[in-house]
């Protein structure tokens, strides 16, 4: 985006007498160029967005007199191409919004309100004071539990678990609520997860979106699909919600929730039946697909598929003969999809698909999810020695473990640890009041402890239930290294501008925690109390990392940010990291977790009769999670919440356009305005997950911690069935 003379920028370091509407500089035209350079007095800095979304997106900061003005995309990124997000043109308005937290504050008593400015060495002593107290009374540090996910993606952010490891073993939070069961699917098919370069897609013949909002939430994958659009390929999006991605597409179908893999079954039905297998491919690089093909010959028809997804048989014939011919042929599969008690399932599915037309380890092909290839730091934050003669749970050959708790399942498993139990919470780089499931679980959680300390730069819902709040630097104030889990560039993350008032980052965070136990007991922290950012930074690289991305040096990525061109295409050298080195269709590791062998249909989650309606509550355009969205542009923009209901259904209830609706179940509810609208089906109503300023505003109320059918394989913990939730409703 130019900035031209009629926008604003800026913040409210740059409030001078004249200021324009939001009250901030307009800047003239002459006042900056490009992304390739900037006028007299004018720095610039490469940065790394690292809010956990697709795009990761790589930044160019213009900075002025030590004042943040502008943010562009990076154009050395072929992938971000010089632009940004809706987001990511609003980090003026993050950085110096006057809502951020500015020091460290505690509150009195927790939940109050009462928040009362106190000093670093206050902070640090009060913590390191009851971490050594819980110690001593429980002989360990297990009653210190870490939940941490991924609100600031960066790599020396893992310093956080460093901080844990630093001061004995603890317990954690482990899992993921974003992508587990897929990641599990992928696994058990091909022996981990690697998509296609997302640039590739531009040489698709064929695209299928299935359940991915990229116009939303990976915006700049949709550039490169459109190139494949005017070669002529065909745009597919499947999704139980008429997004605006949809809208794109050359062909929508509306299916109904978590019936996917029935959609992906008559499909491959449809293959089998028309002789358009791949079969060349298939007895190259797969195992158990014989097996997998009489299942679906003997169990699946097109007529049950047509009834079971909402999808009539002459669309699923269609599908099924155009993606089988029309090679090559992508499918991205989003992470919504696989958030129910089958999710998991339905993505075997859908990868089975992708080996029977022969469209894995193709350049414009794959069944795309994810990867972790440019991941390979050395974690220098992160892997740090528990103190002498700790104490943690029992592992092998005597040796000490932390104690894990399901992230999904968070409050109900902290309150059930009772040996010891949980008496202190650190919370950073997430919001768990706002995102957890089972919302009243979690303050019940939250007022059974001795302490709860937030990492965090707004005071959101998790802030408020807090006892001690840590102000953090947001990236331009700090410097770190970042991947995508999309893309396939890295990039470095330079120190923009100075920290604004007192906060720190997470290994600054961490350094002064360790000097505070220290003083107190020496011995008792393992982390280093003192070292320079930029350095704590490079010593994340390593000869792999160079090698990967064509460098000798993490300075390097100060001209530009670098791709790794070898992974343009997930398996195209047939080196499956599955126990057969070949695409396992039957899994014996997945049924060796109890799962079937091989993709076969289960059942989706049926609604209770006391709670007929499903509500689906997926990601928001104006903010990612519980970030953004409270800004004043967002607010402007977006500012309040609506819960988005079929006419037919609203007419059911006496509801009419920007009534109240009370949304409930047994364990909570919410009560949102409502918009009528025909994008959703008449049994699901949909309000996308945020947090808004001062709004009480949760959709997790009736959110409860139902787990999707797999993920521990991969990240220890199975994921949660989001959108397996059930609710009636009322006009309030």
Not at 658 to 678: F, P, Q, S
Not at 705 to 710: E, G
Request: charged share 20%; aromatic share 10%; with cysteine.
């Amino acid at each position: 985006m130019k900035i031209t003379r009629r926008q604003f920028i800026g913040g409210t370091a740059a409030v001078t007498a004249g200021a324009g509407l939001f009250g901030f500089n307009m800047l003239a035209k002459s006042d900056f160029v490009n992304a390739a350079g900037a006028e007299a007095g004018v720095k610039t800095f490469r940065n790394v967005c690292p809010r956990n979304c697709y795009d990761t997106c790589a930044q160019i900061s213009f900075v002025e007199d030590g004042v943040l003005k502008k943010v562009e995309g990076d154009p050395k990124s072929t992938y971000t191409n010089g632009k940004l997000c809706l987001k990511g043109y609003n980090y003026t308005r993050r950085v110096y919004s006057p809502d951020r937290i500015k020091y460290p504050m505690k509150q009195v008593p927790r939940g109050s309100g009462n928040w009362e400015k106190i000093t670093w060495d206050e902070a640090m002593n009060t913590i390191a004071g009851k971490i050594l107290d819980l110690k001593k009374r429980y002989g360990s540090t297990l009653p210190i539990c870490m939940d941490k996910y991924s609100g600031n993606f960066g790599i020396t952010h893992y310093g956080i678990e460093g901080t844990m490891s630093s001061i004995g073993y603890t317990t954690r939070a482990v899992g993921t609520p974003c992508w587990p069961a897929g990641i599990d699917s992928q696994t058990y098919d091909f022996g981990t997860i690697v998509n296609n370069d997302p640039e590739d897609m531009a040489n698709a013949n064929y695209i299928i979106l299935w359940g991915s909002n990229c116009a939303w939430t990976g915006i700049h994958t949709l550039p490169f699909i459109m190139k494949a659009k005017e070669r002529g390929a065909k745009l597919v999006v499947i999704d139980p919600i008429l997004t605006s991605t949809a809208s794109k597409g050359d062909l929508y179908i509306q299916i109904k929730n978590s019936t996917d893999g029935a959609l992906a079954l008559g499909m491959a039905r449809y293959i089998l039946d028309n002789n358009l297998v791949d079969w060349d491919y298939v007895k190259a690089n797969s195992i158990g697909f014989d097996e997998w093909a009489d299942y679906v010959k003997k169990n699946i028809t097109l007529d049950w598929a047509a009834e079971k997804t909402g999808v009539p048989k002459d669309v699923i014939i269609q599908l099924a003969h155009e993606y089988a011919t029309a090679k090559p042929a992508s499918i991205w599969v989003g992470y919504g999809m696989q958030r129910h008690t089958n999710g998991g399932q339905n993505v075997r599915i859908i990868d089975a698909l992708g080996v029977m037309t022969g469209n894995v380890g193709k350049s414009g092909g794959g069944v795309n999810y994810a990867h972790l290839e440019t991941w390979g730091f050395n974690y220098h934050a992160m892997v740090m020695p528990a103190p002498e003669g700790s104490v943690g749970m029992p592992g092998a050959n005597g040796t000490y473990t932390d104690r894990a708790v399901n992230m999904n399942n968070f409050a109900a498993d902290v309150q059930a640890l009772t040996d010891p139990p949980v008496k202190m919470l650190w919370f950073a780089c997430r919001n768990s009041v706002s995102q957890d499931p089972d919302t009243n679980d979690i303050i019940k959680m939250f007022n059974s402890m001795e302490l709860v300390v937030t990492v965090d730069s707004f005071f959101n819902q998790n802030v408020e239930l807090s006892d001690i709040v840590l102000p953090a630097t947001t990236h331009f104030e700090d410097w770190d290294v970042m991947a995508s889990y999309w893309h396939h560039w890295v990039g470095i993350n330079q120190r923009a501008i100075e920290p604004m008032y007192e906060s720190k980052s997470d290994v600054e965070i961490a350094m002064a925690l360790s000097k505070a136990m220290n003083a107190l007991e020496p011995g008792s922290c393992t982390y280093p109390t003192e070292g320079d950012p930029e350095e704590w930074t490079a010593k994340e690289f390593n000869d792999g990392i160079h090698a990967l991305l064509g460098i000798s040096s993490y300075k390097e990525l100060l001209d530009g940010p670098r791709k790794a061109n070898s992974l343009t295409v997930a398996w195209a050298d047939g080196n499956f990291r599955t126990p057969s080195k070949k695409i396992e269709i039957h899994s014996e590791l997945a049924a060796g977790n109890g799962l079937p062998a091989i993709p076969i249909w289960v059942e989706e989650m049926k609604a209770p009769a006391q709670y007929p309606i499903r509500f689906m509550t997926p990601h928001p355009q104006h903010g990612i999670h519980s970030q953004f969205q409270n800004l004043d542009w967002m607010m402007a923009a977006n500012p309040e919440p609506v819960v988005e209901i079929h006419p037919e259904l609203a007419a059911k209830h006496g509801i009419a356009e920007g009534d109240k609706v009370r949304i409930y179940n047994d364990i909570g509810e919410v009560t949102i305005k409502a918009h009528l609208t025909r994008t959703t089906s008449p049994d699901v109503i949909v309000s996308y997950e945020a947090w808004y300023k001062d709004s009480k505003f949760n959709v997790n109320y009736t959110v409860k911690a139902i787990p999707a059918d797999m993920g521990k394989q991969a990240t220890g913990m199975d994921g949660i069935a989001f959108h397996d939730n059930f609710v009636a409703i009322e006009k309030a």
